[in-house]
Structure formats: C-alpha cells, structure tokens
DNA sequence: GTTGTCTTCGTACTTAGTACGACTGGCTTG
DNA sequence: CAAGCCAGTCGTACTAAGTACGAAGACAAC
C-alpha cells in the first residue's frame, strides 16, 4: 500500500547512468556492479536490463556523461583560449572521476558527447590553419597530455604536502639501496 | 605412468607468465582467466596459485613483463638519441600487445621493469640539462604520447586502405545529416 | 472487461576467482 | 633404507557477478 512519495520513482536509462557514476564516485569503479547499481536504485538487477543493454553499455553510458561533463567554451573565444578552456575543463572533470580516464581509454564505443567533443577540439585545431597532418599530431598530445596528467593525479590519490613527503620516504627506503636514484630524487624533489 | 617429455613440466612464475601474455595476445585481454591460463599450461586453476598471488598479480606481472620488453638504448647514445629509441622500441612492443596500453593505466603496483624504465628515461632527460619542472613536463608529454599513439594504433584494430575507406563511409552514414563535419573530414583525410 | 504493452522482478544458469584440504613424489635426516 | 617433511598439485565447493527466461503487475485503449 505504500505509494509513490519520492519523486521519479520510474527507472529511465538517464536515472541508470546517474546512479552508476554515482555510485562510481563513492566506491570506485570495481563497486559498479548490476546488483550494486540495482540495490542504489532501490530495484532489482533485472529490472536495469529494459534500459540498458548490458554491463558494457552502462560503462559506454559512463564513459560519454564523463565526456559530456566537460564544459564547452563560449562561441567567441578565440581558438586558443577555447581549447584551453575545454583543457582545463576536462582536468576537472577527470578530477572528480578519478576512475574515469582507463576506462575512457579501454572503451571502444564512443557515444555522442565524446564525439561531439573530438568535433569541437579538431573543428577549433583546423581554424587555426593546422594542415590535418598536424591535427592529428597536435591532437594526439593533447588528449594525451590531458589523459596523462589526470591518470598521474588519479595515482597520487593523497593530499596534504606532509603526508606525500611521508610517503615518498618510505618508497624511497623500501627501494635497494642505490637503485632507482634519479627516479627518487625526482620524487622527492617535486613534490 | 607416462613420463614427462616435454621440457620444463614443472611450473614456475615465469612460465606461469609467459603463457598469460600468450594468450592475452591470442584471444585478448578478456579471454585472460584463471582456468584459461590453466588450460594453456595443461593443468588446474588451483595450481598457479603456488606461484602467483593470484589474478591481481598476474595483471601485474604481465604489464612488467610489457615493460621488460621495451629495449634499451645502447649506453653511448646521447640523450636525444636515446629517447627516440625507448619511444620506438615502446611503440613496437605496444603494438604487438594491443591489449596492454589500458592495463598499463589502470594497474597501480609498478614491477621492477616498469620503475627501471621511467628512471633510466628520467635521468636521460635529466642529463638533457632540465630542470625538475620541465623534466616533469616532458615526461607526461612522452609518456601519453606514446600511449596516445598505442591506442590510437589499438582502437583501429584493421587494415588494408580499402577497408578503412568501407569502415569509414558506414560511420558517416551512420550520423544524422551534418553532424560532426570536421571529424568526419578529419577521419576520410587522414587515412 | 478484455487485451496488449511496458515495466518489474523471482528464479536459476553460467562463468570466474579462490579458500580448504587431501594426495603425491622427491628429498632430508637419522 | 625408513620416516617424515614439504613444495607442488589438484578435487571440491563456495562466492560474486552477469544475464536468460518467463511470470506477474500496472496501465491504456478499445
């Protein structure tokens, strides 16, 4: 007899994915499991399947919300600015989703808010008079620099100047002695 | 009663290793299981775990295995010279192992060949004369360079002109009138 | 009210990782 | 040579996870 007092209480493909990267968020990417996502959802595993098609799909659907959270640039932005807008925008974004970028680069699927943002990025390149040869070079470092510098983010997960400096000792002391010293010095000089 | 004729019956975590990058390069990563690999090495699941601590540390192992395979440049290389040949040597091996890049991301646990190699590259760029802060940058920037290059290499998993052309053709029709133009244009330019 | 469709979900099958404990063949020690 | 230890091997079985099948409920149109 209870009734429906929350609202939405209708599953939708949308409330699905919302709940995966939410769930996502909070317990990591291992966590996001059907029976997980169903029991967030108050439901039952079966009952995600007339949404989505399967596991893969909810990582696909993932995968593109991450991408479609990043911020587009104003219109007027001059090229560079726009791409560095959408490179800054995409940092935090990867930030808040620390276990987005390997899955973003193990999918293969790219759904409409990741294509819609590779249209954007070479659209702004080829504005500014790059021939496609060095598109697709320019474009390649960018995605991966912006890749590169979240996963190093997302593998540091510590914060507090103290508590890396702790940390970074320790690695240090657990390596044999004279092995690794530039690697060592590296680290504990940049951070 | 029958006796061992093959060579090297008995089981160690080299050869436990060696056939899981076998078959990972056969069948892909996915088809990398327990039972598989046991199958592969003609006896029980259970047994390798007398020589792996168990799924977890064969990923580990497999990605160091990865980077062991990456050459080293001759020692009398300068520093520029030598870059270049890690990068080539890394993309080669890449290539071989398709599946690997996305592994080499999402593993946290780096093995001794994985450290040697970001130190020798480290001090080699070191000994270029910069400093910590650009040495850091130029790092990330190989790095997903490379990876960048992989798995651009990876996603487009086939060959032959003719059929990238096909491939590439279904794509565009596949999208509604208009949309994403520059990366249509992008994709038939550049291939 | 009957019928059809959309949604929900109970049950159960399958694959995968792995804990537990039994067996075994060889090597050590007396 | 006998007794026992022990690393390596595996049979069995438990657990977690994805998902196929089909029944049950809600609701709209006739």
Redesign the pocket.
């Known amino acids: 007899m209870a009734t429906n007092t929350e609202p939405m209480r209708?599953?939708t493909r949308e409330r699905v994915l919302d709940a995966a990267v939410a769930l996502a968020d909070r317990s990591g990417i291992a966590a996001l499991?059907?029976?997980?996502l169903a029991t967030e959802l108050d439901?039952?595993?079966?009952?995600l399947?007339?949404?989505v098609a399967?596991?893969?799909a909810i990582l696909d659907g993932v995968v593109d919300r991450v991408f479609a959270e990043i911020d587009d640039p104003p219109a007027d932005l001059p090229g560079r600015e726009a791409i560095r807008h959408r490179c800054v925008s995409a940092r935090t974004v990867l930030r808040h989703h620390p276990w987005a970028p390997p899955l973003m680069e193990s999918r293969q699927n790219p759904g409409p808010a990741n294509l819609a943002h590779h249209e954007a990025v070479l659209a702004c390149l080829r504005r500014g008079g790059l021939d496609w040869q060095l598109v697709a070079h320019a474009y390649a470092l960018l995605d991966a620099f912006v890749y590169g510098f979240a996963l190093q983010e997302a593998s540091l997960p510590f914060e507090g100047t103290a508590e890396i400096a702790g940390l970074a000792e320790a690695m240090v002391n657990a390596f044999p002695d004279g092995a690794y010293p530039t690697f060592i010095e590296f680290t504990t000089q940049h951070v």
């Open positions: 209708r599953l499991t059907i029976r997980a439901t039952k595993p079966m009952t399947y007339h949404h399967g596991k893969d």
